[in-house]
């Protein structure tokens, strides 16, 4: 998923000052998987809101709708019932959101309530570390299922680096030695072999080093 | 303000808190009413949300009770209690109503004077702190308006 974080307190708090009424926003997606933007989430954050401006003495309202997706259009259309009693709308969705919500209803300020962070998978409850950048060309297969461009801190193609220590990245010792991970995949597997064949340069054209993507599928676009 | 009684909401789990609190009750113990209590299966049931909406209705303090340390009937509801707590004293810290209206306590079902005593002394804290600062403005607020 997508994983995000809030913001802190004090940005948010300055975020809103201005405003009598919000719309706070929530996703049902990957923000609340990551707990950072879900239902649960929209209420803690509207509660600790309110009680910080009730005890400025400037109440704030706050409307409380937690969409399926903010990044679809057909989601985002179900705000129309309540965006024209708002102010200004807080969104705790990831930056695709926050942009739909804008995008859609242009005359209304709309404000990131969460930082956007990474693609990501649960490592257990409550830990999420990241998994794909979104390279635009997976090589995956010939890694064992171990990415090479995520997880390797110097984004290797070929090997581990001289730092690899125990398992652990020279650059973070928290961080596991990708290459190490994908040399013990391949050993579990029986395709050590595999190990030999080069995986040529890149090109990071697929992966955003030309530009904001687009992908149209000619069979579902009219 | 004089004569201020706080209110003080106590989640209490199934198994050992409220078990304790009834157990004060049985030893005619004497504790505040100002603490009124709200029995859950496990304190692992109590979410931020929970507390977060009994200070926003006016609440002085919040308290947590629960199993001691490995006796949760449960497994660990009461260390899920636990950090949640510890997260949400550093939230309300952020916005001004102050961590310290939030903690939580562990102790065992046969722990009547415990009970007791906690519900005593954390009344007394809130009493000290005074009122949520979250109320106080409300109500001036309404005041001002009628």
């Excluded at chain 1, 409380?64 to 024209?84: A, F, G, H, K, M």
């Excluded at chain 1, 064949?197 to 090109?203: E, F, V, W, Y």
């Amino acid at each position: 998923m997508i994983t995000a974080e809030r913001k802190p307190m004090e940005e948010l708090i300055q975020c809103v000052k201005p405003y009598r009424s919000i719309l706070l926003a929530g996703c049902n997606e990957c923000v609340t998987v990551c707990a950072a933007g879900g239902r649960k989430e929209v209420g803690v954050l509207a509660s600790a809101l309110k009680m910080h401006f009730l005890k400025q003495g400037k109440p704030l309202e706050i409307q409380e709708v937690t969409l399926e997706r903010q990044c679809d259009p057909e989601y985002v259309e179900q705000l129309v019932s309540n965006i024209d009693q708002v102010e200004a709308v807080l969104s705790m969705a990831c930056g695709c959101g926050v942009q739909e919500i804008a995008r859609r209803f242009h005359n209304k300020p709309v404000f990131p309530a969460v930082n956007t962070k990474f693609m990501g998978a649960s490592e257990r409850q409550g830990v999420w570390a990241e998994r794909c950048q979104g390279c635009g060309d997976c090589v995956l297969g010939f890694t064992g299922g171990i990415c090479p461009v995520a997880r390797c801190s110097k984004q290797l193609f070929n090997g581990p680096c001289g730092g690899s220590t125990n398992g652990k990245c020279e650059v973070d010792p928290n961080v596991d030695c990708a290459w190490q991970l994908i040399w013990d995949r391949l050993k579990a597997l029986g395709l050590t072999e595999r190990y030999e064949d080069n995986l040529p340069a890149k090109d990071w054209r697929p992966g955003g080093g030309s530009g904001p993507r687009r992908i149209i599928r000619e069979d579902l676009a009219l | 303000m004089e004569n201020f009684e706080p209110m003080i909401v106590a989640f209490c789990c199934h198994y050992c808190a409220y078990t304790a609190a009834d157990m004060a009750g049985s030893m005619r113990l004497r504790y505040p009413p100002n603490v009124k209590i709200i029995r859950v299966p496990c304190l692992g049931k109590v979410d931020a949300i929970h507390i977060m909406k009994s200070l926003e209705k006016g609440a002085d303090g919040v308290y947590v009770a629960g199993c001691l340390e490995g006796d949760c009937h449960f497994k660990n509801g009461n260390v899920r209690a636990a950090h949640r707590v510890d997260y949400l004293k550093k939230l309300l810290d952020e916005i001004g109503i102050g961590g310290e209206r939030v903690e939580m306590f562990a102790m065992s079902a046969g722990m009547g004077e415990r009970f007791a005593q906690t519900a005593t002394d954390f009344t007394e804290k809130i009493r000290k702190l005074g009122p949520n600062p979250a109320k106080v403005a409300r109500h001036e607020d309404q005041r001002a308006a009628g």
